[in-house]
Nanobody
Framework: QVQLVESGGGLVQAGGSLRLSCSASGRTFSTYNMGWFRQAPGKERECVAVINWSSSSIYYADSVKGRFTISRDNAKNTVYLQMNNLKPEDGAVYYC?????????????????WGQGTQVTVSS
């Protein structure tokens, strides 16, 4: 059993930056792929970024590539999402997720654990 807790959400001006953190409980953190999803009202949940257990493979959605950076610190059981040059359309509830490990990071496969989400609002 793993519990994920997100933090770092808030209100930011367009063009600004924000860093989300996800802290995981348990000793199994380093064996999981970790990802960030987001969901805005009336829209489907979108896979934003995924990182494998060793940080050797990373996936980004085209909409955030070049602006967002996912990273992890296995010693601290924490995964981060650095968001730069934020746009109003980035506004959503962001969820941390954990999935069984793969060599290549993708958004495929079932999610084993979800965080409760943190709100990101980008004003124009």
């Amino acid at each position: 059993q793993v519990q994920l807790v997100e933090s770092g959400g808030g209100l930011v001006q367009a063009g600004g930056s924000l860093r989300l953190s996800c802290s995981a409980s348990g000793r199994t953190f380093s064996t999981y792929n970790m990802g960030w999803f987001r969901q805005a009202p009336g829209k489907e949940r979108e896979c934003v970024a995924v990182i494998n257990w060793s940080s050797s493979s990373i996936y980004y959605a085209d909409s955030v590539k070049g602006r967002f950076t996912i990273s992890r610190d296995n010693a601290k059981n924490t995964v981060y999402l650095q968001m730069n040059n934020l746009k109003p359309e980035d506004g959503a509830v962001y969820y941390c997720a954990a999935a069984r490990p793969t060599i290549v990071a993708t958004c495929m496969g079932s999610i084993d654990y979800w965080g409760q989400g943190t709100q990101v609002t980008v004003s124009s």
